[in-house]
């Protein structure tokens, strides 16, 4: 049988290098568990925003939609010209083009979100 009496201070030494490491799992997993709470606020801030972005396009495609029928009905009746409906439709594929591209980032952004909440690719879409 063998008892180590004097290890030289061996076991102190071991035993604060596994303290050490013990300690800075914890502040790795901390500071994980702190850039994924940051990135989840981050990714639900952006959807609310396009979402708001979007809306208002959808309400901008509504009035350029009335605007141009307006129009029409006054080309109709002679008193705009056509320079002017060209213009009014010229507004109303932009308010489209709009939409579409705010429909596409609200989109990009819920799937980012969904990323972010560990869903499965598949069940992205």
Known sequence: ISIPVFDG??????????TA????????RSRLDESIRLESRQVI???????????????ELTSSG????????????????MYELMDSHRRAIEARTGMLVARYNYLR????????MGVPVKDLF
């Open 21 to 28: 490491i013990r300690d800075r799992r914890r502040i790795e």
């Open 109 to 116: 952004k819920i799937a980012e979100l969904k990323k972010v």
């Open 66 to 81: 009335e605007e141009e029928r307006v129009a029409r009905d006054q080309f109709e009746q002679s008193l705009i010209t």
């Open 9 to 18: 201070l061996r076991n102190r030494g071991v035993v604060k290098q596994y």
């Open 45 to 59: 801030d952006a959807v609310r925003n396009t979402r708001h972005i979007y809306d208002a396009r959808i309400r």
